[in-house]
């Protein structure tokens, strides 16, 4: 298995702008995480689903944010517009179900300048 | 607020010695406490884990030691070798592979020759 794959691994974009993450999970996960990781807080839970289906969202910083999971093999962290305390490495990680492991993808490193 | 906090934030070892990573936690409830390694580049990966009801599991070089009535638990890596440089983050959750885990803030190893 491939493991959790994200793209893109670096991204660097202008205040203002849209961006996009992408992650595919490993296949036959039910459960899929976003997470923020920044010097200052850590690792920090955005938001999770389950079945495609988002399940606790408490995490998304404000309403620039948004998530989403069409199907199984593949879901988006959306920012916009992005600003600069936005940037920090984004990790998606899967899992197969509610007693698992959650695997890491590599992390997308967002700057916004 | 950081419901997980660990220390140090960086920790230079000789290798053969022993590093030593700590983690504190407020929240009584939470039952599930796992370790998570990452190098450069990788997202983090699940290291070992414990449950409150034993003191102390060791997996090889790691053992993790915990202290329910100080809520505290730490990461010991005996033998370190440079193989093992890395950041350590500690975390902790309600139930094993619970949705929402706290992660500690992590700890940067460096395991020098």
């Known amino acids: 298995d491939a493991g959790v794959i994200q793209s893109p691994r670096h991204e660097v974009t202008e205040m203002g702008q849209e961006v996009t993450l992408r992650c595919k999970p490993i296949?036959?996960?039910?459960?899929l995480f976003w997470y923020r990781q920044t010097m200052m807080r850590g690792l920090e839970l955005l938001i999770y689903?389950?079945?495609?289906?988002?399940?606790?969202d408490s995490g998304m910083p404000e309403d620039r944010f948004s998530a989403k999971m069409p199907n199984a093999s593949f879901s988006t962290l959306k920012i916009q517009p992005s600003e600069p305390r936005d940037s920090a490495v984004y990790f998606c990680?899967?899992?197969?179900?509610?007693?698992?492991?959650?695997?890491f993808g590599p992390g997308t490193r967002l700057t916004v300048l | 607020q950081q419901q997980v906090k660990q220390s140090p934030q960086s920790l230079i070892v000789q290798k053969g010695g022993i590093s030593i990573i700590n983690c504190a936690y407020e929240?009584?409830?939470?039952?599930?406490f796992p370790w998570y390694q990452q190098f450069p580049g990788k997202g983090p990966a699940l290291l070992i884990a414990?449950?409150?009801?034993?003191s102390e599991k060791k997996e090889g070089r790691f053992t993790i030691s915990f202290n329910k009535s100080a809520k505290q638990f730490s990461l010991h890596i005996m033998d370190s070798q440079p193989g093992d440089s890395a950041t350590y983050f500690c975390?902790?959750?309600?139930?094993?592979?619970?949705?929402?885990?706290?992660f500690g803030t992590g700890t940067r190893l460096t395991v020098i020759p």
């Open positions: 990680a899967s899992r197969r179900d509610r007693g698992g492991e959650q695997f």
């Open positions: 296949s036959g996960h039910d459960y």
């Open positions: 689903f389950n079945n495609n289906v988002p399940i606790d």
């Open positions: 929240n009584t409830a939470f039952d599930y």
């Open positions: 414990i449950r409150p009801d034993v």
């Open positions: 975390a902790a959750s309600r139930g094993t592979g619970a949705n929402n885990l706290f």
